[in-house]
């Protein structure tokens, strides 16, 4: 993630002028002035997600305001073969929201009201720009809150979780995204409106709903969401252990888990990722240790006391260095503070930072934490480490400088090795961020032949011409076999209208 790597277009040609002239024309047919966004100044903002490596300005960008507009826009696209890329509040990490030259932005952010909140049943009717944050502030009043929580969630909208299935700190006991949502409401590349799954405990017919969480807007448009709300629980304890090496804390994550204890959440970092949050936050951190785990347990008084007596025993065990129980409710928020501010904070070390999106098996985490050292003296970059250590889905932070000529590179290839590394050991490429632009290479290594035709079978009959979000998260047969991971199917490219973009 870095301002400075970031590659500008192009200034627009003439006859990519006269283009967006004329798709403005068409759209302000469907859609209020007011609601297309065309001149450069207009356009910049939306040129990346949070992923900065890679801009690239949009035809233009349409920021609808009811559904039937969405769905007019749609069919509109999908008549005159103009992909469309929908992007949520753009705090993605993978570049699944980078727009495209000759295709049109689709902004949902004027979709940012919770419909209903029903107490009663236990679940809160959302549109898609509403913020994750908002929706647990909106329910708290009832003792109510919806559980997945991304680091962003104070910007992030619950569209752009579906899309990536986004996790956080809590989806270790609470489950990601796709664990929370009971419907969505659709819209199809031809503008027609689905309503996928129900308000009830379970659906007749095929699983659609978890196909849709976790495709990053390749297979439709999310206009509505119905999210589970779930009781506060009525104590939480948060236990904070430090450790003199990351193998003693990356092993204490598996003896936990082992142990029969499911924390709502088990977070570590390293050192350097440990003095940035306290640099930061000013949280309390013992920055002469390793690494550091942050242990939270929630439910009844007397079952949280009892797994504190265990977890505690279970790092005694693992040669924890230093161990603490936070005494009151503001100290467990400030410990959490320095957390969920690690991102910003490693921002403060090095001109830009690379964040890295990887999950493996919780037992390789010693290992993997080794081979990460010696790849970043192999590649001569230091890395931070802050993750979600109990579910394995490990956020490895690349510093560098994109100002030295060759280290943007450098960067970029140390984040493959390290994602592939991940493959190697039974993981995957990604756990929350989506696999957008910035990984769609690793993919064709953890990915057969056989899957991706099954993808792309997928993506076709949902979207037959490719126009929703085309070129991302499926890499092509034709990309593999360039990138050397694999050999295309008897010579032939399946679904080639995919390849054009």
Known sequence: MSSHAAQSDQPATPDMTAKRQEVAVALATLVPANCILSSSEELKPYESDGLTVFKKTPLLVV?????????????????AKVPVVARGAGTGLSGGALPLEHGILLGLAKFSQILELNTERGFARVQPGVRNLAISDAARPYGLYYAPDPSSQIACTIGGNVAENSGGVHCLKYGLTVHNVMAVTVVTIDGELLEIGS???????????????????????????????????????????????????????????????????????????????????????????????????DGLEEEVTDQIKKVSA??????????????????????????????????????????????????QLPYVLRRMEQLSAEYELPIANVFHAG?????????????????????????????????????????????????????????????????????AAFDPDGLLNPGKAVPTLQRCAEFGAMHVHHGQIPFPELERF
């Open 199 to 297: 308000n009830a405990m379970d659906s007749a017919g095929y699983d659609l709903l978890a196909l849709l969480n976790g495709s990053e807007g390749m297979l439709a448009v999310v206009v509505e969401v119905t999210v589970k709300l779930l009781a506060t629980p009525p104590c939480a304890k948060l236990v904070m252990a430090a450790f003199n090496s990351v193998e003693d804390a990356g092993s204490a994550v598996g003896e936990v888990i082992a142990a029969g204890i499911i924390p709502a959440g088990l977070e570590l970092m390293d050192k350097p990722a440990m003095e940035a949050a306290e640099a930061f936050a000013n949280c309390g951190y013992p920055t002469d240790s390793a690494a550091l785990l942050l242990c939270e347990l």
């Open 391 to 459: 579910d394995g889905n490990l956020h490895p932070l690349i510093l560098f400088d994109a100002n030295i000529p060759g280290e943007t590179e450098r960067t970029e290839a140390l984040g493959s090795r390290i994602l592939l590394l991940c493959v190697e050991v039974g993981g995957t490429v990604t756990g929350e961020h989506g696999v957008g632009v910035e990984k769609i290479n690793e993919m064709c290594v953890q990915f057969d032949e056989a899957s991706l035709l099954q993808f792309h079978a997928i993506k």
């Open 63 to 79: 920021l609808p305001e009811t559904v039937e507009q969405v769905q007019a826009i749609l069919r509109w696209a999908n008549a």
């Open 314 to 363: 279970v790092f005694k065990s693992c040669n924890v260095a230093t161990l603490r129980v936070a005494e009151t409710e503001d100290e467990r928020l400030l410990l959490w503070k320095g957390r969920k501010s690690a991102f910003p904070a490693v921002g403060r070390l090095a001109p830009d930072y690379y964040c890295i999106d990887g999950t493996i098996p919780r037992g």
